[in-house]
Each structure stands twice: as structure tokens, then as C-alpha cells.
């Protein structure tokens, strides 16, 4: 059946791409919008979205749904990609970290969002009930906003429904490049309240939170891995040819801490994102106005670098370095045989 695919009155017929805006709110100046791209396969198959910029100075997670946007065959895909490169139109245009300059919400705190509220509530309604409701499949792409170095990885928030979960783990799996977080409720690794993904998986749609960027920047590796992790996706469910292709076994997130400072002054790092950090070893020094050293912070485990702040000067308090501690994901059928590690 020759169906459009119809979000508002942006339509995508079979076999075409199609794009425009819609309109959440209003400014004094104007109107505020979200663009939105539908491509509309030439087969049937299930439909995926893929949203970026709800933290919209975290560039290369945009700048990843847009080429691959830009680089979809409808004629080539089964099933309908609805994509929102840039969900929070209003701190993109003001560039600013992870609040809206407009009403100071953090819009992945704001989920379901009301349809009467301030304007990142009224965003968080519309994209929730009006775009990721339609899909089966959901992948929020983020990464390190303007303060953080992050090192990539991929989460999905279990439910406890088995069919949407093995697909939401299945999704976290293919997409990252080595680190799955599987947030549980009443763990210590709980999933993130009011965010999209947590949200949407509630309502039965598959949703992963995809990590890739650094402070404000647009590294070409970061937007390769959310555009790797992206196909890797299309092809786990057949929207496009081809296997998914994962490089290194998985290792699964199993809790997480932060290191911070307990003295003021110059902060002297002795680690990099992504180090290995063992229990007791020096992560950095803090240093007063003379340059006497008042404090040396050494870790309390063993972890993987994840975030590191960008600040070089620190307060009793400040967070220097969260960390994850990992150990090896246990086998998952649905995604295993499409591991291919170096010999």
C-alpha cells in the first residue's frame, strides 16, 4: 500500500524524502521550531527515529543525524527513518550547555513534558507524543556537553517488559563502540528520571541514549562513531543491507563513582579520557596561588575514565573525574555473531 507517512504537515510518500519544521511555541520575535526529517522507504519495514540536540551543544551527535540524513537512499530502505537533528532549537541558537536559555530547563530532566507548560515542556511533549511515539525504535544521540570530555558508550534503561527490552539491549549493544550501560531502577546505575529514552521505553518504544563528543566540539571520530552505531542499527533490523559490524567484545557498565577535589586551587590531571584507573593511583594535583601542592587525588577503585570536567580550577567539592566500573558483558545471543575481533 502506497502510504504517506505523516508527521503534521510534513508527509513522506513511499520511496521519498521529505523535511520541514514544527512549530512547539512562540518567542516575542517569532516561532519556535524543531526540524524534522521523514524518509519514507520504497519496502515496508518498521520505522526508526533518531533525535539529536536535545543537549544541542553536543555537535557531533547533530552533525550525525544530518549526514546521515543527507546519505539515506529511500529507494535503498525498508521501513521509514523519522529523524530530529536538532530537538532544542533554542539552545542551539544561543549555543548554551545543557539548560534552555529560555525557561533554565534542562530539556532530558523534562520528560513526558506538558502541553500547557514552559517551552521545553511543551518540546518534550511534542517530540515525545507526536514523533517517538510513532516509532518502534528509538536512538537519542548526545556526548560530552560544553564542560566534559566524555569517552562513548550506549545505555538502555530495562523495563521489565522482555520483548522491548531484548530489542533496547540488542540496539545499546550494536551501537556503542566497546561500553553498554543497562540502567536499572533501585540500582546504582538507575535510569536518568525525565530523560527521552527512559520515557519512551516506558511507552513500549525500544530507546537507547548514545554518547559520543567532547566539550563543545565536533571531532570527526565522534560523529563516525554515532554514524557507525547509527547503520549498525538500520542493519540489526533489516532496513538496510548488510550485517552490523562490532569490533570489540562488550564490556558491561556495573556502577559508577566521582572523584573531586576536597582543596581549592590549580587542578594538574595525570589521567586522559578513557584511561584504565586503578585503586590508589594519583588521578591529579591541586595546587595553590604560591604553587605549593595542597592536595594529591587518588582514586578509590579500579574504573574506566567517563567524564572528565574541563575546569583547571577547582573548589572544595568540584567533580573531577567520574568513572565506570565494568566487567565483561555477559553473552547475548541476538548480537554476539556479528562480533569480529582481531585475532
Not at 576536597?262 to 604553587?291: M, N, P, S
Amino acid at each position: 500500500m502506497n502510504t504517506a507517512f505523516r508527521i503534521r504537515d510534513i508527509a513522506a510518500e513511499r520511496g521519498t524524502k521529505q523535511r520541514g519544521y514544527v512549530t512547539v511555541g512562540e518567542t516575542p520575535l517569532g516561532p519556535i521550531q524543531i526540524p524534522l526529517a521523514i524518509i519514507h522507504g520504497a519496502n515496508a519495514g518498521p520505522t526508526l527515529c533518531i533525535t539529536a540536540g536535545v543537549h544541542a551543544a553536543e555537535y557531533p551527535a547533530i552533525d550525525a543525524v544530518l549526514r546521515t540524513v543527507a546519505g539515506l537512499d529511500p529507494a535503498a530502505l525498508c521501513g521509514t527513518l523519522v529523524a530530529v537533528p536538532v530537538v532544542n532549537s533554542p539552545m542551539f541558537r544561543a549555543r548554551s550547555a545543557f539548560v534552555s536559555p529560555i525557561d533554565g530547563l534542562n530539556l532530558n530532566r523534562t520528560f513526558p513534558g506538558k502541553a500547557n507548560g514552559t517551552i521545553s515542556e511543551v518540546i518534550a511533549h511534542v517530540l515525545l507524543n507526536e514523533v517517538v511515539a510513532r516509532a518502534d525504535f528509538h536512538i537519542d544521540c548526545h556526548g560530552g556537553d560544553v564542560p566534559e570530555i566524555l569517552w562513548p558508550y550506549s545505555g538502555y534503561a530495562i523495563q521489565g517488559n522482555p520483548a522491548v527490552d531484548e530489542r533496547g539491549e540488542a540496539m545499546a549493544r550494536v551501537y556503542s563502540p566497546r561500553i553498554v550501560a543497562l540502567y536499572r531502577d533501585g540500582t546504582s546505575l538507575a535510569a536518568t528520571k525525565g530523560s527521552l529514552t527512559s520515557e519512551a521505553a516506558r511507552r513500549g518504544v525500544a530507546s537507547i541514549l548514545a554518547e559520543s563528543g567532547s566539550a563543545g566540539g565536533l571531532d570527526p571520530s565522534d560523529v563516525q562513531n554515532h554514524m557507525h552505531g547509527i547503520s549498525n542499527v538500520l542493519r540489526f533490523f533489516k532496513m538496510v543491507p548488510g550485517d552490523p559490524v562490532i569490533r570489540e567484545k562488550r564490556m558491561l557498565a556495573v556502577d559508577q563513582f566521582v572523584v573531586d577535589a576536597r582543596r581549592g586551587g590549580l587542578l594538574r590531571l595525570a589521567i586522559r579520557i578513557g584511561d584504565e584507573i586503578r585503586k590508589g593511583q594519583e588521578i591529579a594535583e591541586v595546587c595553590d596561588v604560591f604553587g605549593d601542592v595542597v592536595e594529591k587525588v587518588v582514586s578509590p577503585a579500579d574504573g574506566i575514565a567517563r567524564i572528565i570536567w574541563t575546569h583547571k580550577v577547582v573548589n572544595t567539592g568540584d567533580p573531577i573525574v567520574k568513572c565506570w566500573i565494568v566487567e565483561p558483558a555477559p553473552p547475548f545471543a541476538a548480537t554476539d555473531a556479528f562480533i569480529r575481533t582481531a585475532a
